[in-house]
């Protein structure tokens, strides 16, 4: 594993998901079919990098500290980003502001307990398999209002597809106390599993070993 700040292919790529934001925004700004469409586009080019940036990493062996930190980081600036342009009253079908208040609680929630176990005992925690699955719910709630369905159609209605959104919500609250349990292991009373690698900077797989001093969501 690289060690170090290193500006690796894969982890470019994170910040290309970035700035992809400018084109979504100016995109679904618009509120027209063209501008919808040029949206989604980009919306599926961002996530695309994303399964090719982690692929890279391991393909290329350039997994780096940096990359661990940059890469879920570039995930929750563009859902958080999007999310906030779907929100905007010019959107025909906007999302409820509620629900953007929500990720971002959530979202700052998970920085701040990772930043307190990379301070304590310097490791990364990265996404296991509800934090993944809740993005990737979340990316389709984000698409299909991007689409902004006709309601002729009751199965692509916007109005009768909501159970995207309680289902990102379910997601997300099974993934909240995931993570939850994770940061009470490595901060609360059993510290002591955070010597034996629990959460170690390898993708928080288990260990008998203990974890290196330097350490994806």
């Known amino acids: ?14 910040l290309f998901r970035i700035f992809l934001l400018v084109p979504i925004y100016q995109g679904l700004s618009q509120n027209t079919v063209s501008g919808n469409t040029w949206a989604l586009f980009y919306m599926i080019l961002a996530v695309m990098s994303d399964f090719l940036d982690g692929f ?7 997994v780096s ?32 502001f509620w629900f953007l208040l929500v990720i971002l609680v959530r979202e700052i929630g998970i920085v701040s307990g990772g930043y307190l176990i990379y301070r304590r005992s310097k490791l990364i925690v ?22 902004q369905f006709e309601p002729a159609s009751p199965w692509l209605s916007w109005s009768n597809c909501q159970f995207l959104l309680w289902l990102s919500l379910s997601f997300m609250l099974v993934s909240t106390i995931s993570y939850a349990r994770r940061f009470y292991l490595l901060l609360g009373k059993r ?20 974890p290196p001093d330097g350490g994806k969501n």
């Open 1 to 14: 594993m690289l060690k170090g700040k290193t500006l690796t292919p894969s982890n470019v790529l994170s």
């Open 56 to 62: 890279l990493a391991r393909r290329l062996k350039q």
């Open 65 to 96: 500290d940096l990359g661990k930190v940059l890469d879920p980081l570039a995930d929750k600036v563009c859902i958080l980003g999007v999310c906030l342009i779907l929100t905007l009253p010019v959107r025909d079908n906007p999302l409820p």
């Open 126 to 147: 990265t996404s296991n398999i509800w934090g993944k699955s809740a993005s990737a719910i979340l990316s389709s709630l984000l698409i299909s209002n991007a689409l």
């Open 191 to 210: 510290k002591g599993i955070a010597h034996t690698g629990i959460l170690n900077a390898n993708g928080g797989r288990e260990s008998n070993q203990a």
